[in-house]
């Protein structure tokens, strides 16, 4: 087993998985019907996707 | 700029440290702030949360532990802690071992067997340290152990963060895990013993052999046997991330083998 989370589908238990963001900004917005639109420099794609939408690859409703 | 601010609403937001879930003082990044921006709360990082629970002693109520430290003790096995020792808190910290090792002891563990494969340079801060520290590294959780009386060291060196990533990499993991798995390679009497020794040689932390501790007699201090849980207490994933990877190398497997049972229950 591992103290925290290791790699994407690891077989091992883990001690302290990696905290839960229930339900990110993105998807309360659009859970409320409403349009978002995200704006950043190429960069920053994948902090204002993955990492805004609390570590999901799946991106919701836009 | 100053047209927008004087036009609109506006605030600073602070980004590193404590309010961003980092221990205090760090400075914050782009993944940390982004993460903490959308949650709409604070996101408490790895490090922070694991000293807190190591700081508050919760790591005794972690299920995933009590359940391998039950493991451990229902087949009378022994519990291996497998990472880098010392207190950089970059990939580990001597704070969680301590943490681990007083949970196991409060768990009726009565084996508990420690491969730090790991006193490198950049765990301690070159500068404070210089490269050849982990006797002081190691006081900390030596003296944990001692009064939770329980931990042993039973492997030392080489450094994880060369050492498994290098391009020598498969050699070097494999000469580590032949040390922390069979019990085969360079001996020492103690973990003090082996530093030593590596030191006289003119051979600094990143680069000590594997070292294998052993008794008297000259026979190994442990293995890892088959049923033996083991777990790997770095909080950053990339150095540890190898020795997870499924290969096709006997040693793995073996590792691997011990640790079934944990996997089919998580």
Sequence with gaps: MTLTAYADGQTAAVAFPPADVAEPIAQAVSAAGLQRFHAAETEEIRPLTYFFNGGRRNAVRG | ?266
């Design chain 2, 1 to 266: 700029m100053d047209g927008l601010v004087a036009a609109y609403p506006n605030a600073k937001l602070s980004a590193s440290g404590l309010d961003v879930g980092l221990p205090e003082g760090q400075m914050g990044n782009s993944e940390v702030g982004h993460l903490n921006l959308g949650a709409g709360f604070v996101v408490m990082q790895d490090l922070t949360r694991l000293n807190a629970a190591a700081a508050s002693g919760s790591f005794r109520d972690n299920q995933a532990l009590a359940d391998a430290f039950a493991l451990a003790r229902a087949r009378g096995a022994a519990v291996h802690f497998i990472g880098l020792l010392g207190d950089g808190r970059v990939h580990a910290t001597s704070t969680h071992l301590a943490a681990l090792l007083r949970a196991a002891h409060d768990a009726g563990i009565v084996t508990a067997r420690i491969a730090a494969p790991a006193l490198g340079p950049r765990l301690h801060g070159r500068a404070r340290h210089g490269p050849k520290a982990p006797s002081a590294s190691s006081r900390r959780p030596r003296a944990a152990f001692a009064r939770a009386g329980a931990g042993q060291f039973a492997t030392i060196g080489p450094d994880g963060t060369t050492g498994w990533t290098a391009t020598s990499a498969g050699t070097r993991t494999a000469r580590a895990w032949r040390a922390i798995v069979d019990g085969e390679g360079t001996t020492a009497a103690s973990a003090a013993a082996a530093v030593r020794a590596a030191y006289d040689a003119g051979t600094t932390d990143e680069f000590i052999a594997p070292t294998v501790l052993v008794d008297a007699g000259g026979r190994p201090l442990a293995r890892v046997a088959d049923g033996d849980v083991v777990v790997l207490f770095n909080f950053r994933a990339d150095r540890m991330r190898q020795l997870l990877a499924a290969r096709p190398d006997p040693l793995l497997r073996q590792l691997r083998a011990a640790d079934a049972s944990l996997t089919s229950r998580s």
